[in-house]
């Protein structure tokens, strides 16, 4: 166990829907990652938040936004889903002041039919 | 960025062999993670190794960031090791690892 936590485990959901994933990082944790992983495009990395800011930002679609809470929680909003969106969310945590290690979640599975 | 390969994509050892996994990248890094994931999606840290050697029970890895590349050896491989094994460098002052394809592990008994 990790100590990242996500919610739900797995989701199935119709296309033009809009859904939210929940993520509590690592006690301590500052940062927060999310990761998009799928058969074609194999393990990628979406947005980090650090201490409740926006840090960095790569594949992510306009269609998907996140945030970072004040408690450090953090939820990646995914709206108007097509089937391509079916995949594995990842979120990891990390203190990010030195040692990065990255610490991952279980994951939520993202079936959109 | 940085461009990540994995080799082999794929391997299948009988249970009590050895194997070595590589990662090669394109260029200089700060930081290095291996991780395994197992059947059930799972991600799990094996290393986080920015150069050098370590060693944990029946795995260990070496990193040598001067020639770009990380290795995983496994030894005594058992069923539980199947999965597929991931390497994730990353560069400079970023903090965001680029994975590779992964190479794809079955263990039989």
């Known amino acids: 166990d990790s100590g990242v936590t996500q919610t739900p485990k797995h989701l199935i959901t119709a296309t033009g829907q809009r859904v939210t994933l929940r993520c509590s990082p690592r006690s301590g944790d500052l940062s927060v990652y999310w990761y998009q992983q799928s058969l074609d495009q194999g393990l990628q990395f979406l947005i980090q938040y650090y201490n409740g800011e926006e840090r960095a930002k790569g594949n992510i679609l306009e269609r998907f936004s996140a945030q970072q809470f004040p408690d450090l929680h953090s939820e990646l909003n995914l709206s108007s889903l097509e089937l391509g969106d079916s995949a594995l969310y990842f979120c990891a945590s990390s203190v990010v002041s030195g040692n990065n290690e990255q610490f991952f979640g279980p994951g939520t599975r993202l079936t959109v039919l | 960025g940085i461009q990540v390969e994995q080799s082999p994509p794929d391997l299948i050892l009988q249970e009590g062999a050895n194997s070595t996994l590589r990662c090669n990248f394109s260029?200089?890094?700060?930081?290095l993670q291996w991780f395994h994931q197992n059947p059930w999606g799972q991600l799990i840290n094996l290393f986080y190794?920015?150069?050098g050697t370590k060693q944990n029970g029946r795995l260990s890895a070496t990193t040598v960031a001067t020639e770009r590349y990380s290795l995983l050896y496994i030894s005594s491989s058992q069923t539980t090791d199947s999965g597929v094994y991931f390497c994730g460098p990353w560069t400079g002052g970023s903090y965001i690892p680029t994975f590779g394809r992964g190479t794809s592990l079955i263990v039989h008994p």
């Open positions: 260029d200089s890094v700060n930081n």
């Open positions: 190794i920015p150069s």
